[in-house]
Antibody
């Protein structure tokens, strides 16, 4: 059974870089039909999509964060990571990693949505 | 970006009620829409994909419909465990976007 676990500092100073890692267990990060992604949720607010990465390394980012976001993948460690630079208090949120499941064959494509999530990690931006 | 607008934002209902939540897309997204349920302090849980297909393990009282720009999530008979916040998300195009959420509360 696929499981995800976020890790990283819970407190980041303003103007610094937020760094989180998501460890995938239960299958190889390269062998599954998943787009790996990050989503955040500010306190009391809704869900915000940050970005996705494919096991090939291709990335897609939220344009509102694109200049500050980097998502990378380390297949040898079965992990993918998020870096968000120049953080402010507005970046305070619960950060979730997740897997967006899809299936592709020669004549068929289906995308199922994010059916596996980490439990979330709270990141506070404060001096 | 594709904007998703959910209505209502808040919904008060009783156990046993039938409720419907609407999600409207700013442009056509075929059936590339999913619904999540989120309870306080927990990660979202996928309920429906492809606008109308129930995710494995999700009770049959949940159903989804729609295509193009208008979608609905219906709970046929509310159970106590259904009081939560519901989000739609489009998977048609990058960037992925979510609706603002619908909080379903007990009347």
């Amino acid at each position: 059974q696929l499981q995800l676990q976020e890790s990283g500092p819970g407190l980041v100073k303003p103007s610094e870089t937020l760094s989180l890692t998501c460890t995938v267990s239960g299958d190889s990060i390269s062998n599954t039909f998943y787009y790996w992604g990050w989503i955040r949720q500010p306190p009391g607010k809704g869900l915000e999509w940050i970005g996705n990465i494919y096991h090939s390394g291709s990335t897609y980012y939220n344009p509102s964060l694109k200049s500050r976001v980097t998502i990378s993948i380390d297949t040898s460690k079965n992990q993918f990571s998020l870096k968000l630079s120049s953080v402010t208090a507005a970046d305070t949120a619960v950060y979730y990693c997740g897997g967006e499941h899809y299936y592709r064959s020669k004549n068929y494509y289906q995308i199922y949505g994010m059916d596996v999530w980490g439990q979330g990690t709270t990141v506070t931006v404060s001096s | 970006d594709i904007q998703l607008t959910q209505s209502p934002s808040f919904l008060s209902a009783s156990v046993g009620d039938r409720v419907t939540i609407t999600c409207r897309a700013s442009q056509g997204i075929s059936s590339y829409l999913v619904w999540y349920q989120q309870k306080p302090g927990k990660a979202p849980n996928l309920l429906i994909y492809g606008a109308s297909t129930l995710q494995s393990g999700v009770p049959s009282r949940f159903s989804g419909s729609g295509s193009g720009t208008e979608f609905t999530l219906t709970i046929s008979s509310l159970q106590p465990e259904d009081f939560a916040t519901y989000y739609c998300q489009q998977l048609h195009t990058y960037p992925r976007t979510f609706g603002q959420g619908t909080k379903l509360e007990i009347k």
